[in-house]
T-cell receptor, first 115, second 111 residues
Framework: GAVVSQHPSRVICKSGTSVKIECRSL??????MFWYRQFPKQSLMLMAT?????????EQGVEKDKFLINHASLTLSTLTVTSAHPEDSSFYIC???????????FGSGTRLTVV | DAKTTQPNSMESNEEEPVHLPCNHS???????IHWYRQLPSQGPEYVIH???SNVNNRMASLAIAEDRKSSTLILHRATLRDAAVYYC????????????FGKGTLLTVNP
């Protein structure tokens, strides 16, 4: 199946700083990517749908000015957590539809810790 | 949002079959049934999906009820590496429609 690469796998940042997470489709083009957040012992919560060349679509309750999404090319989407606070500490995961028909493929996730 | 119901947890013994149930009574005619699994600190992994007919692949089998209101993921011989949270999702047909995750089933495999 298709592969989605996500970086970094772990990041620790100071409160008030910004962090960028990258999600790349390695062997296919993804016009749409999805960003999820997962808190400990909880399920994945969809944050936003990233669309190549246009604005992302955010789920209800997700602050678009805090979680900036850029999908500037067919193989790269980025999520920037701006002015991070400890409550933003979470596991962030990106995803894209596998063009070979094997459902959706997910990145390995980014563990963000804000201190 | 599409909603599925799964048991919170299940337990199995190594090398025995496992049947993971899922109820999706609100499924519509064009919704696909997807199954994913997630190991700790990793992104979810695709397992299998189907629409109406039963499906088999190298990882598992998917049995879909005739009325499509429930399905069962079958792992034919559980291994320790199958211990994970299994998510059943029904997704609207059409390209790039989002997946909405429920709480899933935590599968424990005993050696």
């Amino acid at each position: 199946g298709a592969v989605v690469s996500q970086h970094p796998s772990r990041v620790i940042c100071k409160s008030g700083t910004s962090v960028k997470i990258e999600c790349r489709s390695l062997d296919f083009q993804a016009t749409t990517m999805f960003w999820y957040r997962q808190f400990p012992k909880q399920s994945l919560m969809l944050m936003a749908t990233s669309n190549e060349g246009s604005k992302a679509t955010y789920e209800q309750g997700v602050e678009k000015d805090k979680f900036l999404i850029n999908h500037a090319s067919l193989t790269l989407s980025t999520l920037t957590v701006t002015s991070a606070h400890p409550e933003d500490s979470s596991f962030y995961i990106c995803s894209a539809r596998d063009p070979q028909g094997y459902g959706y493929t997910f990145g390995s996730g980014t563990r963000l810790t804000v201190v | 949002d599409a909603k599925t119901t799964q048991p919170n947890s299940m337990e199995s013994n190594e090398e025995e079959p496992v049947h993971l149930p899922c109820n999706h009574s609100t499924i519509s005619g064009t919704d696909y049934i997807h199954w994913y699994r997630q190991l700790p600190s990793q992104g979810p992994e695709y397992v299998i999906h189907g629409l109406t007919s039963n499906v088999n692949n190298r990882m598992a089998s998917l049995a879909i009820a005739e009325d499509r209101k429930s399905s069962t993921l079958i792992l034919h011989r559980a291994t320790l590496r199958d211990a994970a949270v299994y998510y059943c999702i029904h997704r609207r047909g059409g390209s790039n429609y989002k997946l909405t995750f429920g709480k899933g089933t935590l599968l424990t495999v005993n050696p």
